[in-house]
């Protein structure tokens, strides 16, 4: 069998004579160190008055941190637009008047001669009492008595109301030949106005939404008799 020539390249790890030239190279080095370790190379130098200020956060040092910072409000952006304010909804006499609010007293009104506290609760009698003394203290009542002259246009916003109701409710009726439904809100309607006159006779506050914009159109379209 022919021997395999071999290079200067070709090595094998595991010839004896290879393991001795490794310890020999290695003895050789661990015997002259180039480096030696140098004892009391560094030593604590004290804070200079920069590093003193970056201890604080709220320093005048170069950085600072925001991370706690409050900002009460930011700028507005000009690619977003404002967002719109709506306006705000018809408020009654009683809450934009101060004098409203006040519990009705016994004392005279104007232009009719009834005590204020019948002057605001007559305009929610029913069976159309309060219709006809609501266009009364419409008509004769000054502007002066916001009180009387708001609970008189809401009592007539309200008959009106109730009246175009039992319509529609006399309408159905005549064609299904059937009056309960009719004959059910107009005792529902008796009790709401009694109820509402209860407490206007009380000093209550009452405001009915569903016709604020009708008894504003009245208070301000009906003129009184005698302008104050």
């Known amino acids: 069998m022919m021997e395999t020539k071999k290079s200067k390249y070709d090595t094998n790890p595991l010839e004896a004579n290879e393991v001795t030239k490794a310890e020999a190279a290695w003895g050789q080095r661990n015997s002259n160190p180039a480096t ?29 941190r925001y991370d706690n910072l409050h900002i009460e409000s930011p700028y507005p952006s000009v690619f977003v637009p404002p967002t719109p304010v709506a306006p705000p909804p018809y408020q009654p006499a009683i809450a934009q008047n101060p004098q409203v609010t006040q519990r009705p007293s016994s004392r005279t009104v104007a232009g009719i001669g009834l005590p204020e506290k019948w002057a605001m609760a007559l305009p929610y009698a029913p069976f159309y009492i309060g219709v006809v003394i609501s266009l009364i203290e419409l008509f004769l009542v000054p502007r002066s008595e916001a009180k009387v002259r708001f609970h008189a246009s809401q009592g007539l916003a309200l008959h009106l109301a109730i009246l175009v109701v039992q319509t529609l409710f006399g309408v159905v009726g005549a064609i299904t030949d059937s009056s309960i439904g009719g004959s059910l809100f107009k005792v529902a309607a008796m009790v709401f106005l009694i109820f509402s006159m209860i407490r206007v006779f009380q000093g209550q506050p009452r405001y009915v939404a569903p016709v604020g914009e009708l008894t504003k159109w009245f208070n301000e379209h009906i003129h009184p008799r005698n302008k104050s």
């Open 36 to 64: 030696e370790e140098v004892k009391g190379a560094t030593r604590e130098i004290g804070s200079s008055a920069n590093e003193t200020a970056r201890g604080s956060v709220y320093s005048e040092a170069p950085t600072r």
